[in-house]
């Protein structure tokens, strides 16, 4: 989105090799994220549906934040790229492949658990704060990954269709040479063959070659191989905007939903429960148009998205079933003094 060379900002301009990117539609999307969940948090304190002492409304946003970066980055590796990371396993912290939600989820949920008891609150109520954050986010996030073309959905005709950069394993651009065979471009990993180059690589979906792109060669094999191709750029067939179909299921009508339900239950867990299972819902359905990450496929019809759902649906009625049960008010937690064994128990 904006980046300096030649001496001055560029805005929605290419960056040149020797440019500087400063702001992307990702960094963008995480900032205004992190200001409305400080904004929100506080709001919620003065409030009183946010039921911790006043420093720990600033902490806990930080610990979520630091929560959500590892916990994306991690199950992103582990799960979609493991044979990679596990080979390379400083590109974790090194090649920004991007973040999965689940991760985050799950990173957040543990970490509070453990943040619950150093200052003394019931786990779920922390919990309790985050649903909201995610569903604003969430149109964000999607509409940055529609814009970068990164996670399309599967193929349509139907007139709305976008054809996207095609993007191999890691998110590398996809490219064809004059027979048709395709490659994705690959970043030297050393100091010494830092030059980009070409490895063999076969889509396991509908592409096209753009024969009218700019041509561009690349050594293949490895950055000093003496066999250099001349190559186009590989798009994919009409695909469903899935990002944008996120954006609304996962994101604006799940808002709607938490933002109602927030106005109106004084049980702590519910919101926890109530997202984990209309989040998974909603995801699932909509993975239904999104087509599964490179290589990756399909387990019993299903993709890795839609198994990681139904357990968030599981998950999501145990937590409401345990709301109803113990009961226990928003009202009452205190702000300041530690609860006691009953209100604290989680």
């Known amino acids: 989105m904006i980046s300096w060379f030649d001496g001055g900002l560029h805005f929605f301009r290419r960056v040149p090799a020797d440019g500087i990117e400063i702001a992307n539609v990702f960094h963008v999307a995480y900032g205004i994220i992190f200001l409305f969940a400080l904004w929100v948090t506080r709001f919620w304190f ?4 946010f039921r911790v002492p006043p420093r720990a409304v600033l902490d806990s946003v930080l610990v979520a934040v630091a929560s959500l970066v590892i916990g994306g980055r991690l199950m992103e590796a582990l799960v979609y790229q493991p044979a990679y990371y596990l080979e390379h396993p400083l590109r974790i912290i090194s090649n920004g492949s991007g973040f999965t939600i689940h991760g985050m989820i799950l ?32 149109p964000l996030g999607r509409i940055a990954n529609f814009l970068a073309g990164d996670l399309w959905g599967r193929e349509t005709t139907l007139p709305w ?3 996207f950069p095609m993007k191999g394993p890691l998110f590398r ?49 490895a950055p000093d191989s003496s066999h250099i191709e001349i190559v186009r750029q590989v798009v994919t067939t009409p695909r469903h905007p899935s990002q944008l179909y996120q954006a609304v299921t996962e994101g604006l009508i799940l ?3 938490l933002l109602v339900l927030r106005s109106k239950t004084r049980l702590v867990g519910v919101q926890s429960g109530a997202f984990l299972f209309a989040y998974g819902l909603l995801r699932m359905l909509s993975e239904f148009f999104r087509q599964p990450e490179p290589g990756l496929g399909y387990l019993l019809g299903l993709t890795r998205g839609q198994l990681l759902c139904i357990s968030m649906m599981i998950g999501g009625l145990v937590v409401l079933w345990w709301a109803r049960k113990k009961g226990v008010r928003i009202d009452d937690l205190p702000l300041s003094r530690p609860p006691d064994a009953a209100v604290g128990a989680s």
Request: aromatic share 14%; glycine share 8%; proline share 5%.
């Open 46 to 49: 003065k409030r009183g549906s």
């Open 107 to 138: 990173a957040v949920i543990i970490t509070f658990w453990f943040w619950a008891r150093w200052i003394q609150r019931p786990w779920f109520h922390l919990l309790d704060q985050t649903p909201i954050i995610v569903a604003f986010g969430t």
């Open 255 to 257: 808002l709607v939903i």
């Open 161 to 163: 269709g976008v054809r």
């Open 173 to 221: 651009d996809v490219v064809a040479n004059a027979k048709g065979d395709t490659f994705v471009v690959v970043a030297g990993d050393s100091v010494d063959h830092p030059a980009w180059h070409l490895e063999a690589w076969q889509p396991d979906q509908g592409i096209e070659i753009l024969r009218d792109s700019p041509t561009t060669w690349y050594h293949v094999g």
